[in-house]
């Protein structure tokens, strides 16, 4: 599946939202002009543009989809002395290159880090973060995925991690809850707008595997959701070497992850913890709104890629990963700062991403978490965006009121015909003749006739309820209402019944006379003598 032509796949302004903003396209420029920072971007003939001053610009991260175009040197500049952060992502979930605001740093931190797998110290952060990640998947697992029986088997794997004394230990109950977790996300069905549904592949319409057909593993994803996944866990990446970066670690040296060429293994275990957060938020979109065959496209050996304007959407959740993953790395920090050989009185370090130690100086209470971006809200039949109360556009919600009346009124009509109905309506039936029967006109009075009744007793219905008759005569309220509507005239026993509530008031207290008064648009009552 290709994208078409037509298709827009930049949004229409080229401005920070949630404090970022992302340039994807080709000829993508980043410069300085008269201390303003010149951002372009673009495909083809559509070209945005921003110029952005040192003072309230909002900008706390640039992020660039791609690799065609130029950032001067004098752009990175202008972004570091505003503390805003440059991130290079691709596509497919790889991150190609982040930088951020620069401090000090301390060499003894970093040989702290680098000599943390050989002491207990690192066996002591890999169990923390792992035992973190599992209890984030055992809640997304039992409150998300409504899966009680893998949530508990994610449960005891945790508990495990108490007696695991080793790296490879650790490594193999993470591997055997996670491969738990994902079987539980396996047959997750994926909505598309039913008018789509003729141009969605079928492998696109559930979660699948997390392993990918095309690579054996996350990388080159087959569907729209594992893509989704694997974009934002690029996105929470490239905030973990930030912070890390920010904090004078080395985002190379890892703890948990072994080190390889082709990653940023501290990056990987500060992502360890965040990871059931991003799960959690892709879960609750999948299962809330349906996804749109525009925000993808196939390429022609099967992987599953974003759109441009839906990629600028996902990385506009930069902020809250950031937040998440902020306290995490400040801990691993502290960690291995407390190892490391040091003069007894030396402070611990500052805690630049979270501002902890100015808040508990200060006794203000921590900032209150702040959830990601909502998705776009989509119909679900034709795909347009709608507001976030709403399931579909006006037009197509007179469509599917249409359908549901069509579907309500043929399941009425099965269940009328059902034997249970039947049976109930011979039972009334038999009922209401064996009433008819049993009355006798001369329990009538002689003032009730039909003329009474059609001109006095009938026309005051209309300010009676339709449940009040129905509860009077012991008739259905279909029956009731064609009553008070006049298309129907009732039995002459419930004729004295239907004159008490429209107004009526007898006095049976003597035995030779009893009077009714009807005030039936008269000033003055009427009495009828018997």
């Not at 996804?291 to 890629?305: K, V």
């Amino acid at each position: 599946m290709a994208a078409t032509e037509t298709l827009r796949q930049l949004p229409e302004l080229l401005q920070p939202r949630h404090g970022v903003l992302t340039l994807v396209g080709y000829g993508i420029t980043a410069r300085v002009d008269r201390g303003h920072l010149i951002l372009q971007d673009g495909i083809g003939p559509e070209r945005r543009e921003a110029r952005l001053p040192r003072v309230g610009h909002g900008l706390r991260r640039l992020v660039v989809i791609g690799s065609d175009g130029c950032v001067s040197l004098a752009a990175l500049r202008w972004l570091a002395d505003q503390d805003a952060s440059f991130v290079m992502l691709e596509r497919d979930g790889s991150v190609l290159a982040t930088t951020g605001p620069v401090r000090p740093s301390d060499a003894r931190l970093r040989r702290a880090q680098a000599l943390a797998g050989r002491s207990g110290t690192g066996l002591r952060i890999a169990r923390e973060l792992i035992s973190r990640k599992l209890v984030g998947q055992e809640q997304v697992a039992r409150h998300g995925l409504l899966d009680a029986t893998t949530a508990e088997a994610i449960a005891r794997f945790r508990e495990a991690l108490a007696t695991a004394d080793t790296m490879e230990a650790i490594r193999l109950l993470e591997s055997r809850a996670g491969a738990a977790y994902w079987t539980a996300w396996h047959n997750l069905p994926i909505t598309f707008p039913k008018n789509d549904l003729r141009r969605v592949p079928d492998h696109w319409r559930t979660f699948g595997t997390r392993k990918s057909p095309l690579s054996g593993s996350p990388r080159l994803a087959a569907n729209p959701a594992n893509a989704i996944l694997n974009y934002l866990y690029a996105v929470l990446e490239s905030e973990a070497r930030l912070a890390a970066a920010a904090l004078g670690l080395d985002p190379g040296i890892g703890v948990l992850h072994v080190d390889t060429p082709a990653r940023d293994s501290l990056a990987c275990d500060l992502m360890e913890p965040v990871r059931p957060q991003v799960d959690a938020y892709v879960l609750d979109w999948i299962t809330r709104q349906p996804l749109r065959p525009e925000w993808f496209f196939e390429q022609r050996d099967g992987n599953c890629r974003l759109m441009g304007s839906f990629a600028v959407r996902l990385s506009e959740t930069a902020p809250t990963w950031a937040r998440a993953v902020a306290p995490v790395a400040e801990w691993l920090a502290r960690s291995l700062w407390s190892e490391m050989p040091k003069p007894a009185r030396e402070a611990a370090p500052a805690t630049h991403l979270t501002q902890r130690h100015r808040r508990e100086s200060r006794g203000s209470s921590p900032s209150p978490q702040t959830n990601p971006p909502r998705p776009q809200s989509v119909c679900r039949m034709c795909g347009k965006p709608i507001t976030p109360e709403c399931s579909y556009c006006a037009l197509c919600a007179v469509t599917v009121s249409r359908e549901g009346l069509r579907e309500v009124a043929q399941l009425g009509r099965v269940i009328a015909q059902s034997p249970e109905a039947q049976a109930r309506r011979a039972a009334t039936k038999r009922r209401h003749d064996a009433a008819r029967r049993a009355w006798r006109p001369s329990s009538q009075p002689a003032w009730l006739d039909e003329q009474t009744y059609g001109q006095r007793i009938q026309p005051r219905l209309r300010a009676v309820t339709i449940p009040a008759i129905a509860a009077a005569l012991g008739v259905s309220e279909p029956y009731a209402a064609d009553i008070r509507a006049g298309r129907r005239r009732p039995h002459p026993r419930h004729w004295q019944a239907l004159a008490r509530i429209a107004g009526g008031c007898f006095d049976g207290s003597t035995s030779s006379a009893w009077t009714e008064q009807l005030t039936l648009g008269t000033p003055s009552a009427v009495t009828i003598a018997n």
